[in-house]
T-cell receptor
Framework: DTGVSQDPRHKITKRGQNVTFRCDPISEHNRLYWYRQTLGQGPEFLTYFQNEAQLEKSRLLSDRFSAERPKGSFSTLEIQRTEQGDSAMYLC????????????FGQGTRLTVV | TQLLEQSPQFLSIQEGENLTVYCNSSSVFSSLQWYRQEPGEGPVLLVTVVTGGEVKKLKRLTFQFGDARKDSSLHITAAQPGDTGLYLCAGLNGSSNTGKLIFGQGTTLQVKP
């Protein structure tokens, strides 16, 4: 396990379709974060998990978005009824609980809604 | 709401020039991190600064954390084309213990040979 992996790397979907992204964190990391990044901007926090518990959700996360981490390992982020405004890079990061430990980011999933 | 303002947003310079990127906030952060991001990739951590007034060096990169832990700067000496990328500062709020990062808007740096 060399890092955080995300799948797919790229997704093009038609408006109104549902999409699901997967994130596999570094195996011993108990915290997992989802961020969204639009072109030319910094990432914005969406939600995070500690083990399997989802502890915080941003107001950016509308009811069309749902995230899960059922066994405290990999996580999925689903977007229902996609809109053009959902087009962005979706980044996953993981870290060990506590202190100023480093968060490791995956390469992201680039979503384009047409 | 905690915000981080980065400046400048875009910087295009010639190889060999020096530059400074600023990251400012009205909020106090327990630590501040600097990341570099290549197109189509996730951010990669460069450094974490924790103590007010702290200065850290990474080869030609010098990072400083403000005394009040509200601002930070990144200085690059003798920039090279390989330094091209998006530089992001991110604050960590220690009091909430969530570990979530508040990012600035980023500075896109282009170093021309």
């Amino acid at each position: 396990d060399t890092g955080v992996s995300q799948d797919p790397r790229h997704k093009i979907t038609k408006r109104g379709q549902n999409v699901t992204f997967r994130c596999d964190p570094i195996s011993e990391h108990n915290r997992l974060y989802w961020y969204r990044q639009t072109l030319g901007q910094g990432p914005e926090f969406l939600t995070y998990f500690q083990n399997e518990a989802q502890l915080e959700k941003s107001r950016l996360l509308s009811d069309r978005f749902s995230a899960e981490r059922p066994k405290g390992s990999f996580s999925t982020l689903e977007i229902q009824r996609t809109e053009q405004g959902d087009s962005a890079m979706y980044l996953c990061a993981s870290r060990i609980l506590g202190g100023n430990t480093e968060a490791f980011f995956g390469q992201g999933t680039r979503l384009t809604v047409v | 709401t905690q915000l981080l303002e980065q400046s400048p947003q875009f910087l295009s310079i010639q190889e060999g020039e020096n530059l400074t990127v600023y990251c400012n906030s009205s909020s106090v952060f327990s630590s501040l991190q600097w990341y570099r991001q290549e197109p189509g990739e996730g951010p990669v951590l460069l450094v974490t600064v924790v103590t007010g007034g702290e200065v850290k060096k990474l080869k030609r990169l010098t990072f400083q954390f403000g005394d009040a832990r509200k601002d930070s700067s990144l200085h690059i000496t003798a920039a090279q084309p390989g330094d091209t990328g998006l530089y992001l500062c991110a604050g960590l709020n220690g009091s909430s213990n969530t570990g979530k990062l508040i990012f600035g808007q980023g500075t896109t740096l282009q170093v021309k040979p």
